[in-house]
């Protein structure tokens, strides 16, 4: 039956493009974060949506589950396939064709296997930004972004992948090319199928192109890292921010003492030059459309008030695009320094910025109560209300171990205070196979039973990626 059925994928994509040995197959198997580790009956590398639409209906009649997969890059172990060997995993990277710009309708089509970094380069070298950016863009792919709705650096102003994407083509579990590739700012007619594919982690559909929104590039940005001492005037400062700069605030993330530690640990050139290691430090960009001189006036004039009303203690603003770039790398390398660490216990929660201050109070006083000497690496998207609030070990002790005792109730005490704030337990990694349990536990009753209801009458058979997201 094995052999019948690979014989059909080679028909349909050529022999090269169906990976069945240990060698080609390995490097598809681990996620990111080597937490999981899968096996496939193959690697399928497909080149165009209707091959794509053939592999959808050849494993639909085999009864064989498909994994989609992108860069390989996602948090929750969406991406890698389960121990039986009986999944195939779906890799997009040859589908990577910007396939047009429309200056006039400011939009973007391509492949859904296209690099991110691949596409801000393109669009800004025709004068326009794609404001989608998170640390992972060198790798991971345009339909992986889509399908985990991912968030970033620059949500606070132009949104996360959703509010970016207006179309999308999609084959779904019987192997049926939707095309809803329209480059419409408005359309009401009926349910949104393209909101229901983006965030879905290819457990609905496989996302084979888009049309993205594009932007008018800045003309000038300014980036400045900021003292605060503690979360009540980090967060007063963000909304005296937005209240001052409106949309011209267009990044501002927070890095506690413990998060820069780590990080000085492991890249000792990363050292913040804010003086005296402040509890908080914030990264914060303005981006404007008018002079340098305008946003630049704007950002002191800003500092100053915060500076008197109390808000922060000392700032750096930085003074060329180098040393603007060195602030954000020392953002992005938390993500690195913690993988270069070990193990580490990672929460991607999102609460309402008026519940932030008592949440972080409360799960600190708590997590370091009953866990003595771990380290709370906390940092994220601020103005967002997004928190990777990561528990580390205490130092000296095994993450492995430390991880084996303590992740359910670690999960358990952190996801509890997250509901008690109304918050999320996944602001922007999604779900994958990682949160599958979380997800049943928190989601409430009602929304969970409404997504199986969906999981079923999309893909009644079960193939597409299975025990991710929901089981059903
Ligand atoms: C250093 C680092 C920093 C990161 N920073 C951020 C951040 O700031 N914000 C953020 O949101 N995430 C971040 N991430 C997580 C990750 O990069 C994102 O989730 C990203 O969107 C995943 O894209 P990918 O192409 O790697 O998808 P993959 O990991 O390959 O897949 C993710 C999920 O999408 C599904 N999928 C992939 N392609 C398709 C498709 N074409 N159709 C249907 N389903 C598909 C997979 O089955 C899986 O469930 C970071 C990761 C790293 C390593």
Redesign the pocket.
């Known amino acids: 039956m094995s052999q019948i059925f690979l014989n059909e994928l080679e028909a349909i994509l050529g022999k090269n493009y169906v990976l069945t040995s240990e060698g080609d197959t390995t490097p598809y198997l681990t ?2 974060r080597k937490r999981y580790t899968g096996k496939a009956l193959a690697v399928l590398l497909p080149s165009n949506t209707q091959e794509v639409a053939a592999i959808v209906k050849a494993c639909a009649k085999a009864n064989i589950a498909i ?10 172990g ?2 890698t396939p389960d121990a039986s060997g009986k999944q195939v995993v779906l890799n ?1 990277k040859r589908m990577n064709q910007v396939r047009e710009i429309d200056a006039s309708n400011q939009t973007i089509s391509m492949e ?2 296209c690099i991110l970094q691949a596409v801000q380069e393109r669009a800004a070298s025709e004068g326009f930004l794609f404001p989608l950016s ?3 863009e060198g ?15 620059n949500v606070l102003r132009y949104g ?2 959703r509010d970016l994407c207006l179309g999308l083509e ?1 084959v779904t579990a019987q192997g049926e090319i939707w095309n809803g590739l329209k480059g419409l700012r408005k359309d009401n007619t009926g349910y949104d199928l393209r909101d229901l ?1 983006i965030g ?4 609905l ?4 192109a888009a049309v993205m929104k594009l932007y008018p590039l800045p003309i000038s940005q300014w980036t400045t890292l900021v003292a605060t001492q503690d979360i009540a005037s980090t967060i007063a400062l963000l909304n005296l921010f937005q209240k001052r700069a409106t949309s011209l605030l267009t990044g501002f993330e927070m890095m506690t003492q413990e998060s820069l530690a780590l990080n000085e640990k492991h890249f000792p050139q990363m050292r913040n030059p804010l003086q005296n290691n402040p509890p908080f430090t914030v990264l914060i960009e303005l981006s404007d459309h008018e002079s340098e001189e305008h946003v630049r006036q704007l950002l002191e004039s800003i500092l100053e008030e915060a500076f008197e009303g109390g808000m922060m203690s000392d700032a750096v603003i930085a003074t060329n695009l180098s040393q603007a770039n060195s602030f954000w790398h020392m953002r ?1 390398h938390i ?2 320094a913690q993988a270069a660490e070990g193990a580490n216990l990672k929460h991607d929660i999102t609460v309402p910025l008026s519940a932030l201050e008592s949440f972080i109070q409360e799960t600190d006083h708590l997590i370091r109560a009953q866990y003595p000497g771990v380290r709370i690496i906390n940092f994220g ?1 601020l103005g967002d209300g997004n928190l990777h609030y990561n528990i580390a070990p205490p130092e000296g002790v095994d993450a492995q171990a430390f991880n084996l005792a303590y992740e359910k109730p670690v999960h358990e005490l952190v996801y509890g205070q997250v509901e008690r704030c109304g918050g999320s337990i996944s602001a ?3 779900v ?1 196979q990682l949160k599958l349990e979380g997800l049943r536990a928190h989601k409430g009753a009602v929304a969970h039973d409404l997504m199986k209801t969906l999981k079923r009458a999309l893909d009644p058979q079960n193939i597409l ?1 299975p025990h ?2 929901v089981s059903i």
């Open positions: 996620d990111w994994v989609p997969q992108g860069g390989h890059t996602g948090f929750c969406g991406a997009l859904a296997g998170l640390g992972a790798s991971c792919m345009i339909g992986g972004n889509l399908a985990t709705n991912a968030g970033g650096t996360n992948t999609v594919f879905s982690e290819g457990t559909g496989i996302i084979t992005e993500t690195l998207h922007e990694h999604g994958g990626n991710k997201v």
